[in-house]
């Protein structure tokens, strides 16, 4: 096993520094003064040691997402769920050991709106030794989207809350941090990727813009699809492809045998269901190709090449987002078998969507009718504490910051996408759900038409889940499970849940030495040992908390979010280790 301690940086140093995009300049949050931040590599097997230090005067927290933390859930980072932040002036060393993942992750702020400019790219290799499952690229290059505000992001979300209205949108969705020649004043600021002619080369995909998912194609080239989330998939070919925030998609691009006399746009816009404003326009980049040695060409001004733009799909094309998700596949191997739980130990189903809360002190509210927008799971929208209640729990601080009866299902069951009803408040509170170790678990998130119908992107932290069915319409229970995929469905961290239809995701509250047999491990999702008082007030020893939420951000902002509780294991390896000394304090 090796250990990482960033070989190209000591810390991760969290400061300001002024960036400038469309002729406008600001002081942004980042990492060591780069905007993306730096790019994490690492091994299968690594563990890796990343000191934070706060320089800002924002309290600042780190998530690593999509890593699944067995046993290190004090490193997993959502601020107020498994840690405080940290603040300004501290520091916390991140520690934690990547599991049976290879592929492209990303890190990113996890507090308020901070991972509009904090974020960066995790590209996990497979262990020394073991091929890639497809041919071996020419070179791997991370492209992650982004996106640009003028306004500070913080003042953004801060005034949406204020006033019960959306938040004002993006300027911009960038490419690695550029946004490109189609917006104002920003030819200069364009990525550009320089390709030679007849190689391969692997593309790591990151959606880190906040609020946006995303189509992405190259003009007149296909792009091959080999692993989501780092789980790799059934290769396809594909045109353009949908990548929500929060996911990852790796692609082999095969470049043109010959010179081809031509540069090519690579272009993201967004994909889009719900009724209110967003950002619409477009981020480029282009492809261009390295003219080839004492070529007839070199005379000619890249300049006055012809410029191909790739045709994405409508803005609204749900069924192109629908097709592509259908042909997301496990590999399911002997190598890298598909371990989807065949029984179920219990049954979730969960309305996820927007809806509205009153406006305080008699004032008038820019959401509906005047009020609040709000969001939820279940009907109850996630009131964040404003201490990390695990840690409480755990150095026996708490008092009952929290309530273990998160409805496992609607508590006034409706028609989901159909006429809404008349109501559309939604209730409060810090509730979640408690699982026995080693529970199977089958959860379906169903969209609500309650103020419009929409694509909600969900994020479980803590483990990968395998994506078992989807459909639209009202889930039937006795017709849809039927139609399940058991045996290779896609597994991944981050699933769209589908505008006006349902999502059936499997996944195991914890299986040590089962997920990949060649790699045991003495781990459970284990997050740390705290004391917890249930409703029949009974001391009982919890293992992993693990945090749930839409990672469009203004939804998780508005509270469309929830925890799930993991109660201990019995042996040693089933529990957390103690939590770290530096461990960030409220």
């Not at 003064?33 to 800002?56: M, S, T, W």
């Not at 960038?174 to 917006?183: E, K, Q, S, V």
């Not at 790796?250 to 690579?266: D, Q």
Request: with cysteine.
């Amino acid at each position: 096993m090796g250990v990482s301690l960033l070989s190209s940086s000591p810390a991760f140093l969290v400061k300001l520094h002024n960036v400038t995009r469309l002729c406008h300049t600001k002081s942004i949050v980042s990492v060591n003064g780069q905007f993306p931040g730096p790019r994490i590599v690492a091994r299968e097997g690594d563990q890796l040691l990343i000191k934070v230090v706060n320089h800002v005067p924002n309290n600042i927290s780190i998530h690593w997402h999509g890593i699944r933390q067995l046993r290190s859930g004090w490193a997993d980072g959502p601020a107020y769920v498994t840690q405080c932040p940290i603040q300004t002036g501290q520091r916390y060393v991140y520690n934690f050991t990547i599991v049976g993942q290879r592929g492209t992750l990303f890190w990113h702020a996890h507090i308020s709106w901070l991972r509009a400019t904090l974020y960066g790219p995790i590209v996990i290799l497979p262990k020394r030794g073991v091929p890639y499952p497809f041919a071996k690229p020419y070179k791997e290059v991370p492209i992650i989207f982004g996106e640009w505000f003028n306004a500070d992001p913080e003042a953004v979300i801060s005034q949406a809350l204020q006033t019960g209205g959306g938040p004002n949108v993006s300027d911009a969705y960038t490419i690695n941090g550029l946004p490109g020649p189609l917006y104002n004043c920003s030819a200069k600021d364009t990525f550009k990727l320089k390709v030679k002619s007849g190689k391969t080369y692997l593309l790591r995909l990151i959606n880190a813009a906040l609020n946006d998912e995303l189509f992405f194609g190259i003009a007149n080239h296909t792009l091959t699809v080999v692993d989501v989330d780092a789980i790799y998939v059934k290769p396809f070919e594909t045109k353009t492809l949908l990548i929500t925030p929060g996911q990852t998609t790796n692609v082999i691009l095969k470049t043109k045998p010959k010179y081809p006399n031509a540069t090519f746009f690579m272009t993201a816009r967004p994909y889009v269901t719900g009724q209110g404003t967003f950002d619409n326009s477009t981020v480029a980049g282009i492809l261009e190709y390295e003219l080839p040695p004492d070529s007839l060409h070199s005379s000619i001004s890249i300049k006055k090449l012809p410029l191909f733009k790739p045709i994405l799909p409508a803005l609204n094309d749900t069924s192109f987002a629908t097709n592509f998700s259908s042909k997301l596949r496990s590999l399911a191997s002997a190598q890298y078998p598909a371990n989807v739980p065949q029984k179920v130990d219990k049954h979730f189903f969960f309305t996820v969507g927007l809806g509205t809360s009153p406006c305080q002190h008699n004032q008038t509210c820019q959401g509906p009718n005047g009020t609040k927008f709000a969001a939820s799971v279940n009907n109850v929208s996630f009131a964040m504490p404003t201490t990390a209640p695990l840690q409480a729990h755990f150095f026996g601080q708490s008092n009952r910051v929290y309530t273990p009866d998160f409805p496992s299902s609607p508590i006034i069951p409706f028609n989901y996408t159909g006429t809404p009803p008349n109501n559309t408040m939604v209730s409060n509170g810090t509730k979640v759900v408690v699982l026995p170790f080693n529970t199977s678990v089958e959860l379906v998130m169903h969209d609500t038409s309650i103020l419009g119908a929409e694509s909600h992107p969900l994020h479980l932290h803590g483990f990968n889940f395998f994506v078992v069915g989807q459909g639209f319409g009202n889930f039937d229970p006795n017709k849809d499970p039927a139609k399940f995929n058991l045996i290779d469905p896609v597994e991944r961290n981050t699933v769209g849940v589908p505008s006006g239809g349902w999502v059936a995701i499997r996944f195991l509250a914890d299986n040590p030495g089962k997920l990949h047999v060649e790699h045991p491990y003495d781990a459970s999702n284990a997050w740390f040992e705290l004391r917890m008082i249930t409703n029949d007030n009974k001391n009982r020893i919890v293992a992993g908390v693990w945090f749930m939420h839409c990672h469009l951000e203004v939804h998780t902002s508005w509270g469309l979010k929830m925890a799930w509780i993991v109660l201990d294991g019995e042996l040693p390896n089933q529990k957390l280790l103690p939590p770290p000394a530096d461990l960030p304090k409220c």
